[in-house]
């Protein structure tokens, strides 16, 4: 799923609920075990050799990077506010204090969040980490120099935003003062502790600090880690160094003492092979689909090398509810019609496993209504589809993947009647014109990975009306039904069980009724790593190799 | 001896379609400081003796035999190693077009020195002394300028006469000329042919100046030889044929002189084109185009034999005399009213 | 001398798109000193005829054509199913869920799902294999892929030869300004980095195209038809140019203007028969680089789009199986190669023809 | 010679400003709305509208042009890229010398192929070595480069492993952390990219210099020197080959700026992030400026090097310097 599926995270929360007490209930059960990795023979030191194929990292630039493999090396040069623990899932995706000393204070009707930050952290400089640092995240987030893609994440915060929306530095709502760190919100937002864990705001020196980074809409390729490691050295397009942070005294592990991310963009078959070789510990980027039958049957699965985990998340076609979508019988007739074995085929084996639902399968609430067939009949999509010829414009990505997916779409809605033309984009670009509401397209190819496991990130930020705006939407559906709309706000203010299980109720009865979307698939990570290489761990939130982890055998 | 002795030559050339016999049993002999003429027009062979002389046919594909004694050693049978000491230093050659015939990118200076250089053990600046002198012994102004100038910066002339001062500056033995004023206007050509024989009486060369121009020929050489077809048709010294030429295509090659009087009537005009060298006509080959062409002239190739009253002046016709006198005569007095 | 020693090796040299460019000033294909009606036309078959390799190359071209759009219907219709039909159930190997390899017999029901009881289940053979995960049919793709490639490349070739032919014609009869404006527009096209430049307009113009078929063509094709023609007159616009320019000294042409033709029928009837032969070679050459560059543009994915089958089309998801079923490679590869080796070989032996002096 | 240079340069100056103008109208007259792909993910209002003038969208087209040029000339700056706002100058300044690495290897690659094949097939025409060497040629001229790379990688890269797959190093100053770095590296990873991007070319090339010299051995200045008295190798050598390489030269301008776009397929076969590899990522990102840039700088190169070519060539040929 990686290198294909941009990581949308979730967009301002409209009128969510109180998140924190549905999604964290019990946060502060994770206990963070020691330094050291679990793992039995683990050995720490040495430098780990990776490969990012087919694809290198948006930015480095915390302020900046919005990529699921830029945040997966983020991950382990920052410590936020708030962290997901160095674990497999479950444990993995529930957040745990880490730059703060505790969970914040919640007062004044849940607009202010009062932070405590750890006493003695340091960056890898040596400059000391304060509330100071945090601000400097958010401040420089707010600089319209930036231009950054976080702006939205903390608009509610005040001062953030001009009258006209425009972001504003310094942000007057949060305030640093010695180790505590108070954020005002315009109005209350249970979400904003996830948000906080973003890495967006990885705390950084502040202006005039040694190694305080410059304003620029470039970003910057090297900054001070606060997490176990710090990128000491990246060229756009080429490698990416990263070193242990020696001043980092925390509780999260740190096996190798440095990571080269050695080459990006590289061949996808000349990285296995040299994977296969030992010459690279590990490929972020991926596997070619054909390796994954024979890998796992050479190495079974989650045993020694080849490992497969589910991730929260979908993949499903965007019908343009605006466009020729309209017709509620035409959406399921895509859906009857749609082979959703064959679209986890085109990705190789152990790809995922087949949905005609919204809510991920391993998601807290999903209810499985067995709606939709996963293999196509297209005696029933035909009668629902009526006679008479149509043409729609699908949108995909330019991996070979993403090629087939289309032409298999093709080929699946053309037994209905559908003529479909494909058009192909890099990946962001996709979805970019997929958020825009005016770009002319019926069908948009898209998956969607959990920022954070709770319903609500999936049904309202996908599905919602209100949420529609001229671009930068994630309702790539362009759904916009006032009943589910309001159940949807309903079902967010929600809490505890009840919440979970209105969700599940909520999907199966708008794919029933209203199909906005056809959905196929729930995506498995699949990696592979050398022989040379072990700690192997999964992190849920990130999707991938826990790269702190990670060590040499 | 002669100082070149030409027997019998043949020269053929394997092609695609079959063999071209490019030069069929040719022989002449050439006397030191004497001028030998051949004419023919385009195609009939002159240009390729002389090649062929020179062994400067492609080797491939060309097939050559008889003889061409230079001072009692045969060119054609020997070491390419000799052939080349000979090539340049005792025969020299001068080329149809000056235009083409020197190397664009050398300078004239050191085109000339390689001539020199490579028969002569002397330094390079002694090779350009020597280069210097020729390009002035054949009237290049300002020739110490110019050595160090390109062909393309030289007018038509000019570069004939840098060709010629190539030709000389290792005072060989025979010059062969080939057609070395037909690319050159009219003044030029006189230039030249002027300096040629001012140069033959300085170096007391042989030469062999190849021509279609009778008129050439009348000025500079001492015999004449007239090929046609790859055959030698008729061969003697100048005053006897040009007094009484033995062979209809004689008379028009020189019924094609150029007339001043317009009125006078043509006598022989060469009528059609030169036949293929692939398939010569069965015959005398020239009997196609043949004015006072008869039966026998169809069948039977006429052998060169000498004429009555000039054992040194042979011919290749199966025409009587009577009419050979008659038509020879028409012609000549033509030429003579023309000339006069 | 007389010409027939000349060297024949010379012959059959330069072929090359730059380097008959190079080589433009000169007379290119030899000035045909007068079209002799029918012996010249004779001679240039009776030469021709001799040319076996060339011979070769266009029998191999008329079968291409044959297989392309005659072979492939029946190809179709003899295995029950098309070229973009998909199998992605059933043409996969049930270990591995790879493409299955050549010769595989399979059961499929309809759509190229799995067989299910009550469902009609048929028997396909898939002589090639299956061409990737969607589980098409490689043989039927190739057949197909001819169709495609052959029409872009001599769609490619008319375009460019039309426009090339026009201009030339124009700047050589004309002189001039125009002759001026027209060689500087051509030495602006050559200047720019054609290559780079159709692959960003295929890409940025091309998809607005794609739905410009004509009714007869498949999609795309008229795209890449329009954006490899309009870069690539330039070269028949030199060539041309430069025939005009020498011919339009002959005597003959003087003759034509003396007794008041126009010039209008002075380029169609007395100019354009001298053209008949460089226009007839270099098309064929053209060809030959067209159905490389159709190739190379598909490969890139910025060609043929979805789901039409074209050789570049198929080339390029072919490294998809690098390392499992390296043959898919070799398949469209060797189709390129052949067409192209058969229009080379063809233009090579039709120079020769037309000019067996093969002066430049 | 002068005044030949001065033309040359006017003319150059001339093609600069044409060929700008065309991209121009082509990159951004004709696709819809820059300015909200200048946007990127966050596309409000207000950065469409400061896009806009940024772009300068918001004056007449040809202001917008001068700014263009104005910012190209005397600025030397190619703008910014939409999809990672890196400056598209340093963009081209990582991928030109890739692809400048690729291209001028590939032609040393294929002259040093294709000079002693044509001259040697030329000298002895019809021989075994001339026959096999004309069915390189036909193979050359017919296979195409993206199957023959693909091939070649697979083949000696992953079956055989004594080359690399795929991927390039940086000869000089690689950056830190870079998987290899250094000259026989570099030199190791471009042999299969040299000979796949070579082999079109140097089929052409062994056909043009084998006619060239064909052409020339029969010229009359070759007969001339042999009439001298010249040997064989002299005549080859001062006579024949510097004559008939004189069209090789000016080809090889016209070949380096045509391999400028070939090297596309060679980059793509073999992931070598250069010109064209970042030219078909920018094309497939919607990212018109680096699009245009590489456009621009593309077409830059091959003026210059013509320029260059043409001084060369009048350097050697005597005849285009004296007049």
């Not at chain 3, 690098?322 to 190669?337: D, E, N, R």
Request: with cysteine.
């Amino acid at each position: 799923m990686h290198k294909r599926l941009w990581l949308s995270v979730v967009a301002v929360a409209i009128g969510a609920a109180l998140l924190v007490a549905a999604g964290f209930a019990s946060p502060a059960n994770s206990s963070i075990s020691g330094a050291k990795s679990s793992f039995a023979g683990a050995k720490t030191g040495g430098t780990l050799r990776l490969n990012m194929s087919s694809s290198d990292v948006d930015y480095i630039d915390p302020a900046l990077a919005y990529y699921q493999l830029s945040w997966d090396i983020l991950y382990i040069a920052c410590r936020p506010l708030l962290n997901y623990p160095d674990k497999p899932s479950p444990a993995g995706s529930r957040l745990f204090p880490d730059g703060a000393a505790a969970f914040p204070k919640v007062s004044n009707g849940g607009k202010l969040y009062t932070f405590k930050i750890r006493s003695g952290m340091k960056f890898s400089n040596g400059v000391p980490i304060t509330a100071k640092s945090y601000k400097a995240a958010f401040d420089r987030d707010a600089n319209p120099k930036m231009e950054s893609p976080a702006v939205p994440f903390f608009s509610d915060i005040v001062g953030a935003t001009d009258a006209q929306g425009n972001p504003k530095t310094p942000v007057s709502g949060v305030k640093a003062k010695g180790l505590t760190l108070s954020v005002r919100l315009t109005k209350a937002g249970p979400d904003i502790l996830s948000r906080m864990a973003m890495l967006f705001f990885c705390p950084v020196p502040a202006p005039g600090q040694k190694g305080a980074p410059s304003v620029t809409s470039q970003g910057v390729n090297t900054f001070p880690g606060s997490g176990p490691y710090y990128v000491a050295a990246r060229t756009p397009g080429g490698p990416i160094l990263i070193k242990r942070n020696k001043f980092y005294k925390g509780p999260r592990p740190h096996n190798a003492s440095a990571i080269s991310v050695v080459s990006v963009n590289t061949n996808v078959d000349t990285s296995f092979t040299q994977v296969q070789r030992g010459e690279i510990n590990y490929d972020m980027g991926g596997l070619p689909p054909t390796a994954h039958a024979g890998l796992a049957k050479k190495y079974g699965i989650n045993k020694q090398r080849y490992f497969v985990h589910p991730v929260i998340a979908t993949r499903y076609l965007g019908l343009n509810n605006q466009r020729l979508f309209r017709n509620t019988k035409l959406r399921k007739a895509v859906n009857y019609a749609l082979d959703r074995k064959g679209m986890i085929n085109l990705r190789g084996a152990y790809a995922g496993h087949p949905t005609d639902q919204l809510l991920p399968s391993n998601l807290r609430g999903y209810k499985n209504a067995g709606i939709f067939p996963f293999r196509p009949n297209f005696t029933q999509a035909k009668k629902l589809a009526g006679s008479g010829s149509r043409s729609a414009v699908m949108y995909t990505t330019t991996s070979p993947i993403g090629v087939n997916q289309g032409t298999l779409v093709q080929a699946d809605l053309k037994q209905i009647g559908i003529d479909v033309s494909v058009s192909k984009f890099g990946t962001g670009t996709m979805y970019k014109k997929c958020g825009t509401k005016s770009e002319a397209f019926d069908i948009c190819n898209v998956g969607w990975i959990a920022d954070y496991p709770d319903p609500f990130d999936f049904m309202n930020v996908l599905l919602s009306g209100e949420s529609i705006h001229d671009s930068n939407n994630n309702n790539y559906s362009y759904f916009n039904n006032a009943k589910y709309n309001r159940q949807m706000d309903a079902a967010a203010r929600l809490f505890g069980p009840k919440r979970f299980s209105t969700y599940g109720s909520l999907d199966t009865t708008i794919m029933k009724n209203a199909a906005p979307i056809a959905a196929w698939d729930n995506d498995n990570d699949r990696e592979f790593i050398s022989g040379k290489t072990g700690c192997y761990t999964n992190q849920p939130v990130y999707g991938l190799a826990d790269l702190a982890l990670l060590c040499l055998k | 001896m002669a100082l070149l002795d030409v027997k019998d030559l043949k020269t053929y050339f394997r092609t695609d379609d079959g063999i071209v016999k490019a030069v069929d049993g040719v022989s002449f002999s050439v006397e030191k400081g004497q001028t030998l003429g051949i004419v023919g027009e385009s195609g009939s062979g002159k240009s390729v003796t002389c090649l062929t002389i020179m062994g400067l046919n492609p080797k491939k594909n060309t097939i050559s035999s008889g003889e061409a004694r230079f001072k009692d050693e045969d060119l054609l049978h020997m070491s390419p190693r000799r052939l080349r000491q000979i090539r340049g230093n005792d025969i020299a050659m001068i080329f149809q077009d000056p235009m083409t015939s020197l190397n664009p990118v050398h300078k004239i200076g050191d085109q000339l020195a390689e001539a020199v250089l490579l028969h002569q053990d002397v330094t390079k600046k002694q090779a350009k002394t020597q280069a210097l002198e020729l390009l002035k012994a054949v009237g290049i102004p300002r020739a110490e300028r110019r050595l160090g100038d390109y062909p393309h910066q030289f007018s038509g002339g000019m570069r004939q006469r840098v060709m010629i001062a190539m030709a000389l500056v290792n005072d060989p033995d025979v010059l062969i000329a080939d057609e070395p004023t037909t690319a050159l206007d009219v003044t030029t050509q006189a230039q030249i042919l002027t300096l040629m024989n001012n140069l033959q009486k300085d170096f007391d060369s042989a030469i062999i100046i190849i021509t279609h121009d009778l008129g050439v020929v009348a000025e500079t050489a001492d015999d004449v030889v007239v090929m046609y077809a790859a055959e030698v048709v008729e061969q003697g010294s100048v005053d006897s044929i040009f007094r009484r030429p033995h062979m209809p295509y004689t008379w028009g090659l020189l019924g094609s002189l150029p007339r001043l009087d317009t009125d006078l009537e043509r006598l022989v005009q060469i009528k059609g084109q030169p036949p293929s060298l692939l398939n010569p006509p069965q015959g005398c080959r020239f009997h196609p185009r043949c004015p006072y062409v008869m039966d026998i002239c169809k069948k039977e190739d006429p052998p060169l034999k000498p004429v009555t009253d000039d054992p040194a002046h042979l011919a290749a016709c199966h025409l009587d005399e009577e009419t050979k006198d008659r038509e020879a005569q028409k012609l000549i007095e033509g030429t003579l009213a023309a000339a006069s | 001398m007389p010409t027939s020693e000349r060297d024949r090796e010379v012959l059959g040299a330069q072929a090359g798109l730059a380097s008959a460019v190079a080589v433009e000033t000169g007379s290119e294909l030899g000035e045909i000193e007068q079209v002799r009606a029918r012996g010249y036309w004779e001679q240039v078959w009776r030469r021709f005829r001799r040319d076996k390799v060339a011979i070769g190359g266009g029998i191999f071209i008329v079968l291409l054509f044959l297989i392309a759009f005659a072979g492939a219907p029946l190809a179709k219709d003899w295995l029950g199913h098309g070229p973009n039909d998909v199998y992605p159930g059933t043409a996969l190997d049930p270990q591995t869920q790879l493409p299955v390899g050549p010769w595989a017999h399979f059961r499929s029901g309809p759509g190229g799902l799995p067989c299910v009881s009550g469902i009609p289940c048929k028997s396909q053979l898939f002589i090639l294999g299956a061409d990737s995960q969607l589980g098409r049919d490689e043989f039927l793709r190739l057949l197909y892929g001819a169709q495609t490639s052959l029409e872009v490349a001599i769609g490619a070739t008319v375009l460019s030869m039309f426009l090339g032919v026009l201009l030339g014609a124009i700047a050589g009869y004309f002189g001039g300004v125009i002759d001026a404006l027209i060689s500087r527009l051509t030495e602006i096209v050559m200047a720019f980095p054609i290559l780079l430049f159709i692959v960003a307009l295929a890409s940025t113009v091309g998809p607005r195209l794609n739905d410009f078929t004509l009714g007869i063509f498949g999609k795309g094709v008229l795209t890449l038809v329009f954006v490899i023609g309009l870069f690539a007159w330039y070269y028949p616009a030199r060539i041309i140019r430069a025939q005009i320019l020498s011919l339009r000294e002959k005597e003959f042409v003087e003759a034509a203007r003396m007794v008041g033709a126009s010039d209008w029928r002075i380029i169609r009837s007395h100019l354009l028969p001298h053209l008949v032969a460089p226009i007839i070679v270099y098309s064929s050459l053209i060809i030959a680089q067209n159905v490389l560059l159709e190739a190379g543009l598909s490969f890139l994915g910025i060609g043929i789009p979805l789901p039409t089958a074209s050789w570049g089309n198929l080339l390029s998801s072919a490294p998809d199986y690098y390392l499992t079923q390296p043959w898919l490679m070799l398949w469209p590869g060797f189709a390129v190669l052949l067409a192209t080796l058969a229009f080379n070989l063809l233009g090579d032996g039709l120079r020769d023809a037309f000019d067996p002096r093969g002066a430049h | 010679m002068i005044r030949y240079l001065i033309r040359r340069l006017l003319w150059a100056v001339v093609l600069f400003v044409a060929i700008t103008i065309i991209t121009y109208i082509i990159f951004f007259m004709i696709p819809t709305d820059p300015a909200r792909k200048a946007c990127g993910q966050l596309v409000t209002p207000a950065c469409v509208k400061s896009a806009r003038h940024y772009l300068g969208l918001d004056r007449p087209v040809y202001i917008q042009y001068y700014k263009f040029l104005e910012r190209l000339v005397v600025h030397q700056s190619l703008g910014r890229s939409f999809a990672n706002r890196q400056n598209i100058n340093s963009i081209i300044g990582r991928a030109a010398p890739i692809t400048a690495s690729l291209v001028f290897g590939g032609a040393v690659t294929w002259l040093l192929l294709a000079i002693p094949i044509g001259i040697l097939s030329a000298l002895r025409p019809r021989t075994l070595l001339d026959r096999s060497a004309m069915v390189f040629v036909l193979v050359g001229i017919s296979a195409h480069p993206v199957w023959i790379g693909l091939i070649f990688s697979w083949f000696f890269g992953y079956k055989l492993g004594i080359t690399p797959i795929a991927g390039y190093c940086e000869a000089f100053s690689p950056p830190q952390g870079a998987a290899c770095g250094g000259v026989v590296q570099w030199f190791y990873h471009m042999i299969l990219p040299w000979i796949t991007f070579a082999i079109l070319f140097a089929a052409l090339y062994v056909r043009m210099i084998r006619a060239n010299v064909m052409e020339t051995l029969n010229e009359d200045y070759v007969r001339t020197a042999r009439a001298k008295g010249a040997p064989e190798s002299r005549v080859m050598f001062k006579h024949v080959l510097r004559n008939a390489m004189l069209p090789v030269v000016t080809m090889l301008g016209m070949d380096i700026a045509l391999g400028l776009g070939g090297a596309v397929f060679t980059e793509s076969v073999y992931s070598l992030h250069g010109l064209g590899q970042t030219l078909v990522q920018s094309l497939s990102g919607d990212d018109l400026p680096t699009t245009q840039g590489i456009v621009v700088f593309g077409t830059l190169a091959i003026i210059v090097f013509n320029l260059i070519v043409d001084l060369l060539y009048a350097f050697i040929d005597p005849r285009i310097r004296l007049t």
